[in-house]
Each structure stands twice: as C-alpha cells, then as structure tokens.
C-alpha cells in the first residue's frame, strides 16, 4: 500500500507529490469509546503521570498496565474511561519504592524486567550514541569498582529510581509545564579528562543534588538517569502531549542542555535503517508520531459513525544567527514570523507537507536533519548549531448532528542549539558568531521563563517574546494555550560542572512557569448551547427581578459598587504604575549597565587594536636597531680596515725600503767581494816579494773568513726575506678577501626586497672567497672549515654565516698580530744589517788604506833597489807600524 504526500505552503497546495510508503506496521487496537473521552483526556492525560511505581501504558491496548510484586505475575489492564477503576488499581504500594524488592518482583512486562536486569548489581553494556558512535565503554561490574566518591555517587545511579508511572490526576490540569532532568552517560572523552568524576547525585526520582559549592539540591518533575532508555523516556514524556494535540490543545516538548549534553539523541535519537526495523535508540519525535498515528488510526476506527478525520501537516524549520530557515525548502531563507488573530504565530512561507503515517514523518526528520547547520566544537563533534523546531498541526473533523465539529492542536517538538561556554567549546570565527547568537537567544528564553515565573507568581511583567525569534515563535508554547514538556538535558561529569549547574537552574525555573491551555476547538455545537445557556440565565435573571425586586440590586447599589470597585481599580492601576515606574527604572539600569558593558568592550577592543600596533611598532624599531647596529659594526669594520690598508701601505713601504737596502748591501758586498778578489790575486806577488807580506796575508784571510760568514748571514736574511714576502703577498690577499666580505655584507643589509638577490651574490662571493681561501696554504684549514650556509633567509644559516664571517675576522687579527711581529723582524732585520754595512764600511775604508799603502810599498820597494839595503831598517819599522795599526783596527 502506497500514499502520497500533500505538499501544502501558507498560499495553498505547491503541487508537488512525494510518495511514500504508508505501510506503518503498528497494530492498533480498538477503542470505541476514546471519543466520547476526548473531552476529559487532560485528566487522562494527568493520570497517566509520573509519580506512582510500577504503572506502565501499554501502547497495543490503549489501558493501563499495573504490576504488583509479591512474587506473582499479575497483569491487570484497565480501561481509561474507568477512573474509579483506575484509582483503585493504582493505589501505590510502599513496599514497591524499594528499588531492590522491585528486582525481585516478578512481572510480565519486557520493559521492566529489561530494566531489572540492567540496573542489578552490574552494569554492563555500552552505550552508543545517537550518530551510531559510542559514547563511553561502561562494562565495569560496579562490585569490581574501589570504593571511591565516584563511586558512591555512581552507587546512588545504580540505585537511582527508574521510570515510574505514577498517577496524579491534578498534575497536568495545575501544572501545564513538565520539566524533565535527563543525564547522559559520561562520555569517552570526559573520561579522558577526568575519569568518572561526577558532579551530580540522583536523590531520588524526583530529586537531584550538585555536588558541588554549596551543595544544591534541585526537584523535578522527573529525574531520568543515565541507564533510562528512550522509551522509557518516551512513556513518561511522549502519550500525554500526543493526546493533549487529539484534543485540540497544543503541545511543546523541547530539549535544552549544554552543547553535546544530548538534545538531538533526546529528541531525534537513532533513526537510521527505519526502512527494516525500528531503532530502539529512536527519539522522542519518531515515537512520538509512532504514538500519534496508531491513536489517529484508533480513533478513526472507533468514530466511523461520525465520520472523524484526521489530518496532519508538518513543517520543520530552523533558527539559525536569528534567521529562519525552512529545513524541508533549504532554499528558502530569513522567512518572516507573523501573528494573527486567527491563525496565531506562523512562519509565512513555510512549506507545510501532509503526512499519513510514521514513515513520511522519519523521511522529513531525515531530510530536515540532513539539511541542519551541524558543525564541531570541544565538546560534540557534530553540534547542531541551529534551533529546530518540528510542528505538527493535528486537525480533527467529525459530524455529529448534522454540525461539523473540528480540533486543531498543534505539537512542537524543539531541539534547541546547545548551551555553551565559548572558551570551554574551543569555538572561534564563524562558530563564535554562532554560538554568542545561540546564547543570546538562549538568555531571552531564561528572561522570557523568568518574567513568566513572576507572572504565576501574580505579579505584572511585561515577557519579552520579539527578543528573539526562538522566543516569539515559542510565545504560545511557553505562556499561552500550550502544554509544554522540558526535557533539560545534563552531562554527569565533573568536566560539565558550570555548565550542568547552569542548566539544573534554568530547568528549576522552568518548572514555576504556569500555561493557560485553551482548547482549540470549533466548538459550533458548543457555542449554540452555551447562548442557549446564557438565554435561559437571562430569563431567570428577569424572572427572579420580577419576583424579589429587593434580591437584585439596584442600579443605585450597582452604582455604589461600581464606585467602590473603580476605587480599587484605581489603586489597583496606582500599584501597576508603580510597579512600571520600578520596572522602567531597573530596565534603564540595565540598559545604562549594558551601554557601559559595550562601551567596556569596544575599548577595550581599540586598546587590543593599539596594543597590536604597539606590538608592531616594536617589532619595527627591534629590526631598525638590529640594522643599525648592523651598520654600525660594518662603520667599525670600513674604519679597521682602512687602517689595517694603511699599516699595510706602510709595511709593504717598509718592504720596499728594505728591498732596496738589500739590494745596496748585497751590491756593496759584491764590490767587497770583487775587491778582495783582486787582493788575493795580488798576494802571492807581494808574499813572494816581500817579507812583511805574511802580515797582510794574514789580515785578507781575516776578511775573507769574515765576508763568507757575512754572505752566509745574507743567505739567511734573504730566505727570511722570501718568507716575509710569501706571507705579506698572503695577507694582502686575505686583506682583499675581508674587504670583498664586509662590502656583501653591508649589501646584504640593504633594503628588504633587494636582500634576497644580494644574499645570493653573497653567498656566490662567500664560495669563491672560500675556493681563493683553498688555495691559500699553511692555518688556512681553519678558515676553510667555516663554510658558507645555503638558504640565508634561514635565521639558522644566517648565524652559521655570522659565524664564519666572525672567524673570518678573527683570522684577520691574527694575521695583523704575525704582520706585527714580521714588521718587528724586519726592525731587526734592518738593524743587523746596518751593523753589517757599518762593519763592512771600516774594513773597507782599511782595505783602501792598506791599498795606498801597498802602493806606496811597492814605490819604497823600488827605490830600495837603487838605494840598496840603507833604508831597510826603515820599512820593517813602518810595516811593523802599519801592521799594528791594521790589528788595532779589526779589533775595533
Ligand atoms: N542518553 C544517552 N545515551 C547514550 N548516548 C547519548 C545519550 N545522550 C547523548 N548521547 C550521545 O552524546 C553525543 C552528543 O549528544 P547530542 O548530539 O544529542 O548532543 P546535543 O545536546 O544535541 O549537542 P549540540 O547542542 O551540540 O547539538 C552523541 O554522540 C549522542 O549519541
């Protein structure tokens, strides 16, 4: 069996056809008196409450189920229209409170002995979450456990009370908000953090204490622990807000909860593969309609007489940073909220498709989710960033009377966006926009409660609703003509503590809110009776005038009482204007503290801004210095360099100089050497001629002797002289080298954008300086072995490069120490030789003596041939003289 669906807007039908598959699956039982008991399902509804243990409804037979223990299967099923009936069954046991006798009992409900089994002496089990993951591994047998605080509040989970059906007629006719406490499992990761610390204790069932300072303890409607499946939830929260929408109420279940607290698994829960089977971690919503269309169905069975009609148009839209959005049109955009008198609150534009049965509902649950703003914080690694709301409008028609009756109820069921610290959710940029949006609105749903607290409690209140948008189109959910469950969702972990505490507050409010429920009925039937009513108290009205005219008042006491109750209006009016004026007044305050607040942060924003470009200018004028100590140190070195070039001009002068010396010396020497030659070729004739010979003979050999020792010492001076030259040609290339250095490195601090060119020429300049460095021998390996760094943008390469021009330098100071000590070796050099050359000058000036002598002896030698022997006593006396003269004289 196949249906279609209706896609119906606000403008009429789109025309567009989606077809399902209508086959439901749910077996319905028949009910032929529900509609007659339509008009009392509020006190159906009240009595299908919490509170008393044991008492489950039973989805097949439309009856409530009681079990009892005592060691006995007992089932008994009830009718719903017998109250007597059903007050009798469901007086509560006290023996039955007891978690561990409830064990023990032995009952035919599946449900109860799944739970009996779960919540014994070890939980074992794991969770999985709503997206198929899993949550938290929780197979540790609790007996196994230490005894810790942990566990202890983990004991009192395990003994924590479960889902208890208990009747209580008054509760919703008094009471048209439910707040319900849901905890979820810890999860893996707030286990990481801080293990199974918890930061809540379940009282009891209704009860729940904060663990932390002070101690709080808060009291709900219904407290459900983290072992409570989604059907139990379901039966506690679903059946009376479905049957409170049949009769023509409007109904509003909605999650709220810290981010990843639980919302979406709450109210959506597992609905994949819903094409084979039913997923037991299904939601709130699909067993909601699950629910909703096995009634619609027993209804329409047992009203075939009066021809009822069901129909059901949904919509599914999403509140995303205050814009509304349809989740079944995702195309369509910031739709308007509009009210009117008849309709309502509506979203104009919003696509409405009529669904018949429980598989159209998931396929637009499926679609709507698919098309919701999801992204991931800290805390939930899919975080629906959005409010949601699923409506379902139930229209019922029926003939009775030849007059056409109808209902209208309208079901919301909201998965509010998560709750969230901005800090603890790890959220920046666009999700900080989001989530200060999510908050915002958020905060007008506390103050929209708060205001609506204060109104229950009697007092005037103005309920901000347009604040927001989630709040305005929730306006007749949260004050008005709604029944209303809050299912306020918490994580037990320490990790969560503000934020459970914040929500266990919001939740504590909640539940002082009072609704004023209106039945949405086009109530014809009733309407005519009721102006029947009014006609037939009008006429007794005349009828008792008539006979005691003293019984009904005068218009002058009528006038007296109209005066006396103005008066009261009066003072009435005063209080408000009073209370206005304090309102006005606190509302001023709160702008003026909100205009100081904002004013707080936008300078503190411009003071961020300055403080950035502060950081800026700073990091500016640190590079600056860095340059210009830079130049400064290249200054330092152009200033040593160029001295070091005059030292050098001045040592290679020097060189000059003593080249030339050199050069004079070793001419001078040559003469020396000629002269003394011709001397000794000279000698024999003067030995074989004359005696006294002997002594000049001896005297040449003297100075031969000494100008070979003298040529030896030139030998040395002149290899020395090499050496120095060696070296200085060595310096003065590693002189070249230095400047070649500091002249790239100075480059090298130019501007920015030419920096990276040079610091290639640079580094080429450094490669062949190192190949010229190569070629130099001696202590240059240590220079080598500072090598040029690639990349010199690198901060690492650029102080390796440092480095290396750092040696560089040093290796010039020592060079300039050894040209020092060169320098001094030629000082020595020089002095020696000018000893020398002063030596060599006597015996020159000698030699030339004794040459003018020999002259002359020769002359004296001739005139003793003519003169014969006479004179000869004369010339041995003058040779003796000469020769004494010439011994006084190399002494010397
Ligand atoms: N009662 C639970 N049992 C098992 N798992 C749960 C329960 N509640 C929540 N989880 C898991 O915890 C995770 C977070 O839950 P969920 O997405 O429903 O949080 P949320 O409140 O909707 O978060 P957000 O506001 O960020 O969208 C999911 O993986 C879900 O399956």
Redesign the pocket.
């Known amino acids: 069996m196949s249906s279609s669906l209706r896609v119906v807007s606000k403008a009429g039908t789109l025309g567009k056809k989606l077809s399902f598959d209508a086959r439901d699956g749910i077996s319905a039982g028949n009910d032929p008196h529900f509609h007659e008991r339509l008009p009392h399902a509020e006190s159906r509804i009240a009595k299908a409450s919490i509170r008393k243990p044991l008492l489950f409804l039973d989805d097949s037979e439309s009856s409530f189920k009681v079990s009892t223990s005592g060691g006995m299967k007992k089932t008994t099923t009830l009718p719903c229209s017998s109250q007597g009936q059903r007050q009798q069954h469901h007086r509560r046991s006290p023996s039955l409170n007891n978690f561990p006798r409830f064990e023990n009992a032995v009952t035919d409900s599946a449900a109860l002995s799944t739970r009996a089994l779960r919540q014994s002496a070890s939980f074992s089990g794991r969770?999985?979450?709503?997206?198929g993951?899993r949550?938290a591994d929780q197979s540790t047998p609790c007996s196994s456990r230490k005894t810790s605080r942990n566990d202890v509040n983990g004991a009192a989970w395990r003994i924590s009370p479960r889902l208890e059906l208990e009747e209580d007629p008054a509760f919703l006719q008094d009471h048209n908000v439910q707040v319900l406490l849901?905890a979820?499992?810890i999860?893996g990761i707030e286990i990481a953090q801080l293990g199974h610390a918890r930061c809540i204790r379940q009282e009891n069932a209704y009860a729940i204490s904060w663990l932390g300072q002070p101690e709080t303890r808060f009291s709900f409607d219904y407290v459900a622990s983290?072992f409570v499946t989604q059907e139990e939830l379901f039966r506690v929260a679903g059946p009376p807000m479905v049957e409170n929408c049949m009769a023509g109420n409007n109904s509003c279940v909605f999650?709220y909860?810290?981010?990843?607290?639980?919302?979406?698994?709450?109210m959506l829960g597992d609905v994949g593969d819903f094409d084979r089977q039913p997923n037991e971690n299904r939601g709130m919503t699909p067993r909601v309609f699950e629910y909703l269309f096995k009634k619609i169905h027993e209804e329409e069975v047992a009203q075939r007489h009066t021809n009822m009609k069901f129909k059901c148009r949904c919509s599914f839209l999403e509140i995303y940073n205050e814009q509304i959005s349809d989740l079944l049109e995702p195309s369509s955009s910031n739709l308007p909220i509009r009210e009117d008198s008849t309709k309502g609150i509506y979203v104009d534009g919003l696509v409405e498709v009529e669904a018949q049965n429980v598989r159209n509902i998931l396929h637009l649950l499926l679609l709507g989710a698919a098309n919701r703003k999801v992204a991931a914080?800290d805390?939930?690694r899919?975080?629906?960033r959005s409010h949601s709301v699923f409506t379902c409008v139930i229209e019922s028609q029926w003939e009775c009377d030849a007059t056409i009756n109808s209902r209208i109820g309208r079901l919301n069921l909201v998965?509010l966006?998560?709750s969230e610290r901005q800090k603890s959710s790890g959220v920046d940029g666009e999700r900080f926009r989001e989530a200060a949006s999510i908050n915002k609105s958020l905060s007008t749903l506390g103050l929209v409660i708060m205001d609506l607290v204060d109104i229950a409690n009697g007092k005037q209140r103005h309920v901000p609703y347009r604040d927001s948008k989630l709040t305005f189109l929730l306006q007749d959910s949260l004050g008005g003509n709604s029944k209303t469950t809050i299912i306020a969702?918490i994580s037990p972990s320490s990790c969560a503590s503000s934020e459970t505490l914040s929500t266990l507050k919001f939740a504590q409010r909640a539940k002082f809110i009072q609704n004023n429920a209106v039945v949405g009925e086009d109530a014809s039937r009733e309407a005519k009776g009721s102006k029947e009513h009014i006609q037939q108290l009008k006429d007794e009205l005349a009828r008792l005038r008539r006979q005691n005219n003293s019984a009904i008042p005068t218009p002058e006491m009528l006038v007296v009482k109209l005066v006396s109750e103005r008066q009261v209006t009066k003072r009435l009016r005063n209080e408000v204007g009073s209370y206005q004026r304090e309102l006005s007044e606190c509302r001023m305050k709160l702008r003026t503290s909100l205009d100081a607040n904002q004013r707080i942060v936008s300078e503190l924003d411009v003071l961020r801004i300055e403080l950035e470009s502060s950081q800026d200018e700073c990091k500016k004028l640190q590079q600056d210095l860095g340059t210009m100590k830079s130049e400064e140190k290249a200054e330092q070195e152009a200033s040593s360099r160029s001295q070091l070039e005059i030292q050098l001009q001045e040592a290679t002068q020097e060189s000059t100089n003593l080249q030339t010396e050199l050069q004079w010396t070793r001419d001078s020497l040559e003469e020396v050497e000629s002269l003394v030659e011709r001397l000794q070729r000279k000698t024999p004739a003067l030995e074989s001629g004359v005696p006294e010979a002997s002594y000049e003979n001896f005297m040449v050999g003297q100075l031969q002797a000494e100008i070979i020792e003298m040529h030896a010492r030139l030998e040395d001076e002149h290899k020395r002289r090499c050496e120095l030259e060696v070296q200085m040609a060595n310096y003065v290339k590693y002189q070249e080298i230095e400047r070649k250095i500091n002249r790239e490195c100075v480059l090298s601090t130019d501007d920015s954008k030419a920096t990276r060119k040079k610091t290639v020429r640079h580094h080429d300049a450094i490669l062949q300086l190192q190949l010229e460095l190569d070629t130099i021998d001696g202590e240059s390996d240590a220079i080598k072995s500072f090598r040029w760094e690639e990349g010199t943008h690198d901060d690492e390469a650029e102080v390796k490069n440092s480095v290396t021009i750092m040696q560089l330098q040093l290796k010039v100071e020592t060079l300039e120490a050894a040209l020092l000590e060169e320098r001094q070796c030629l000082a020595e050099v020089r002095a020696t030789n000018e000893q020398l050359r002063q030596q060599l000058e006597n015996p020159q000036t000698e030699l030339h003596g004794e040459k003018a002598r020999i002259e002359s002896f020769k002359g004296g030698h001739r005139s003793l041939d003519v003169e014969s022997k006479s004179t000869s006593e004369d010339g041995k006396a003058r040779m003796h003289t000469s020769w004494s003269q010439f011994c006084l004289f190399t002494k010397i």
């Open positions: 969770v999985f979450t709503s997206r993951g949550l849901r979820r499992p999860s983290e999650a909860g810290q981010t990843g607290s639980g919302k979406t698994h709450t914080t805390m939930n899919e975080s629906s998965d966006a998560g969702n």
